[in-house]
């Protein structure tokens, strides 16, 4: 069970081209992209209203999609607009379509009711773009549901184990207790580690005389959004109180996208505001990244293998826990709302 009325990210901008069609299944439900002559983005469930083949192994014509299954056509409010050998095309010959707002390359999709479709509710991720920073574009396809990954980015104590090679650092920063702050659509995490050893991905792209003090500053919204201010400055420079002298500085973007109940998709970017003159600096960080991730994949893949032997297993929760409770009680009481919405109104469009 998902929850609807959100913006997900459906992909990165290249993902879809200027004249192909380009499939990928959200929440559950199959989507269809491609460009119009504008360079557009349309969005239509990928499954034709007449047999249910999909649309995407169909083809463009124009701005419209033909069916290669019987020959509908469909254009980008998602009307049949041709049927061959129909005289009279039947009203309700239509299928699916879905807002979509292209912002920062990243392409987000409403998949709820799109009166609700609000794009001022779309997170600033302006740093994947912005020409003061830097970044290689990620995309990691899991065989997990997206809670148990949002589960491992609320809790970084787990660096130093699962990542010791890249971002993982020294086994104090696991001692450290975050600050939890809830919000209104998830949570808020402040982590500060002092007069602590830079991991080995910082090391591999800039210098410091000695220890430095490191911090992970980021909020996780609904549906499961990352948005990150974390980096590392000399110990003892200030950096608490806002002075960030000599500072790697990172701003994280990470976007879990549900892809059915045990698949997600996971966008990610780790823009980086110095050194931008210097791509092989870029490069070494998006490897680092891609390389800790992949760790993670691992770790949290082994574990769903582990759940699924036993399903009323009961995890224990420690104090490090909070967050995860956290937003996984704001998962719950959006699903509980939009539940209420539905009952209150069979027609909304919602499910």
Request: charged letters at 25%.
């Amino acid at each position: 069970m998902f929850i609807r009325n959100t913006w997900y990210v459906a992909g990165w901008d290249k993902e879809v081209g200027p004249s192909e069609l380009f499939a990928r299944t959200i929440i559950g439900i199959p989507v269809l992209m491609y460009r119009d002559a504008q360079g557009k983005v349309v969005a239509l469930e990928d499954r034709c209203c007449h047999r249910g083949a999909p649309l995407s192994i169909g083809r463009r014509e124009g701005d419209c999609v033909r069916c290669l299954y019987h020959g509908l056509k469909f254009d980008t409010g998602g009307r049949c607009v041709e049927a061959p050998a129909q005289q009279r095309i039947p009203p309700q010959a239509k299928v699916r379509t879905f807002p979509v707002v292209e912002r920062h390359r990243w392409l987000w999709i409403w998949m709820g009711d799109a009166e609700a479709a609000d794009p001022s509710l779309i997170p600033d991720t302006h740093w994947l773009d912005d020409p003061a920073w830097r970044s290689l574009d990620g995309y990691i396809h899991y065989d997990v549901n997206y809670l148990l990954i949002a589960d491992n980015l609320l809790d970084f104590s787990h660096l130093p184990f699962v990542h010791p090679t890249t971002l993982g650092g020294s086994e104090d920063y696991a001692s450290v207790q975050p600050q939890v702050e809830r919000l209104e659509d998830g949570v808020r995490i402040t982590r500060w580690t002092l007069g602590t050893e830079a991991p080995p991905f910082a090391r591999q792209v800039k210098q410091w005389p000695g220890k430095v003090d490191r911090w992970n500053i980021y909020n996780f919204t609904l549906p499961a959004i990352l948005v990150m201010d974390s980096g590392m400055a000399p110990a003892g420079t200030g950096a608490p109180e806002g002075h960030r002298v000599d500072a790697a500085e990172f701003r994280g973007c990470q976007a879990l996208t549900p892809e059915t109940e045990h698949s997600t998709h996971y966008f990610f970017a780790h823009p980086h505001n110095f050194a931008i003159d210097q791509p092989e600096v870029t490069r070494s960080i998006h490897e680092s990244v891609v390389a800790a991730f992949a760790e993670d994949r691992d770790i949290i893949t082994a574990q769903q293998r582990s759940l699924a032997l036993e399903p009323d297993f009961k995890m224990i929760p420690f104090s490090i826990d909070a967050a995860l409770s956290q937003f996984r009680w704001a998962v719950a009481r959006r699903l509980e709302d939009e539940a209420r919405q539905r009952a209150a109104s069979p027609q909304a469009k919602v499910a």
